[in-house]
């Protein structure tokens, strides 16, 4: 791991002049405004200092505005020898941080007006990455960050006689999982709400045959239908008592619709599955999920990090699928449970989620629901300008899911699964980060307004 610390104060001539004064062995004295503190990255005494450090290999530069010798850092804290009388340009010395050594380059840089401490952490990347002179140094840090950070995935072997249980299988991301799973050498249990009707998807599984994949009742509103599930799975598992390895959160549906459009019925449902339906699996399962020190796998959406208009019903409950996720992993993790989230970005196309049926039903019956007050402050023309742009979206979006599904394979296989995953193009990508990361005033300018 590097470590890259950079320090830049305004310092005086003088100042600068008593850096070639001695200082006690064993701390670093910083010297403020009627403050006293003491450590290597508090000293006021060097202008500029910058350490770089990687296991096993010394290549760290340290900057400062005056001498530099043979230190060592134990801990958290800097113990210097007397440095010379005379201090140079540059000297060089060998360092240890917390167990790794570094070398230390210490160089006398200008005076800066602002004070500006900054810590980052790279794996494995070469010093002259870190060193931007033009655009294309960009490009080559993310370059060496793809392929130093390639995700190592289990063996086939290791996935065998493991047992999943993946919802909302009848079509979509379950469909295709559950398959998936399967050919990998997973047990699936499927999760169709449709099972009982003879849907497509559901015929399709069964007619593979395999004793490793099992389609199962359940919607996911249910209790009792969650229960029952749940049973069934406890009688087919070959060793209960070694429990279940892992559970996907997959069912959900969507809709659209600003605010004011919405009924409150409308809000209900859509969190009673994707929300509701999320806890109420989780928390059947658990207790055969911590039998097996397994996994807990949910399917939220770049919309569980980022709000839209006129998606509202979706975002609520996406967001509070993030925040279930991230407090089960706390709660799980002195039992060897690993929660991971999987957010999606737009693969509408891929999904058929959303069809021009689909959207005009909705849209009608939206419509006959609004009071009359609504209805005249509004008018139908920007209700229908609202809808169509609704269509817009039918064939937006990837028709590949195998981004989606190889994340979950990862969650589910890998041994240090990620907290969270993001398949999703790189404008969605790079949306998410704007929208989550700079103030609302400037990704509301770029994006909404």
């Keep these: 791991m590097r470590y890259i610390i950079t320090r830049k104060t305004q310092e005086s001539e003088q100042q600068l002049q008593n850096l070639r004064e001695p200082e006690p062995k064993g701390q670093c004295e910083a010297k403020g405004q009627g403050n006293q503190q003491h450590g290597p990255l508090l000293s006021s005494r060097k202008p500029h200092v910058s350490v770089l450090g ?78 931007l002179k033009d655009h294309a140094e960009h490009f080559r840090i993310l370059k060496t960050l793809s392929m130093t950070l390639r995700r190592s995935y289990a063996s086939e072997a290791e996935q065998g006689n ?86 996907v959160n997959n069912a959900g549906i969507s809709t659209f ?46 919309l569980g990090r980022m709000s839209n208009p006129a998606r509202s019903p979706y975002c609520i409950t996406k967001f509070g699928v993030e925040a279930f996720s991230d407090c089960l992993r706390y709660e799980m993790h002195p039992l060897g449970v690993k929660v991971s989230v999987v957010e999606p970005g737009n693969f509408i196309a891929a999904t058929s989620l959303y069809s021009p049926e689909k959207i005009k039903a909705i849209g009608d019956k939206m419509w006959e629901q609004l009071t009359e007050e609504v209805k005249n402050d509004y008018g139908r023309k920007y209700f229908d300008e609202k809808i169509a742009c609704m269509h817009t979206y039918c064939k937006s979006g990837s028709t590949d899911t195998s981004p989606v599904i190889n994340d979950v394979t990862h969650a589910l296989t890998a041994s240090t699964p990620y907290t969270r995953y993001h398949p999703m193009d790189y404008y969605w990508w790079l949306r998410m980060q704007i929208m989550t990361h700079m103030p609302g005033a400037i990704s509301d300018k770029i994006y909404i307004h």
């Design 54 to 131: 990687h296991p096993g290999q010394g290549a760290a530069t340290l900057y400062g505005g005056g001498a530099g010798t043979t230190d060592h850092f134990r801990g958290n804290t800097l113990h210097p020898p007397p440095p010379p009388k005379t201090a140079p340009a540059t000297v060089k010395g060998s360092h240890w941080l917390q167990g790794r050594q570094v070398s230390l380059n210490y160089q006398r840089k200008g005076c800066h007006n602002r004070t500006m401490l900054t810590a980052r952490a790279c794996r494995h990347l070469p010093v002259r990455t870190l060193q």
């Design 162 to 247: 493991k047992a999943v249980l993946v919802t909302g299988c009848d079509s979509g991301f379950g469909f295709t999982l559950a398959k998936h799973l399967h050919s990998k050498g997973f047990t699936v249990f499927a999760g169709c709400l449709f099972k009982d009707k003879g849907d497509a998807g559901v015929k399709e599984l069964d007619n593979l045959k395999s004793d490793r994949l099992k389609t199962l009742q359940l919607n996911v509103v249910k209790q009792e239908e969650i229960e029952k599930a749940v049973e069934i799975i406890r009688e087919n598992l070959q060793d209960p008592e070694k429990g279940l390895w892992g559970v």
């Design 257 to 302: 619709g600003e605010v004011e459009f919405t009924s409150m019925e409308t809000y209900k449902e859509v969190a009673e599955v994707n929300l509701w339906g999320t806890v109420r699996v989780t928390k059947a399962c658990l207790p055969l999920i911590r039998r097996a020190k397994g996994r807990v796998v949910n399917i939220s959406s770049m």
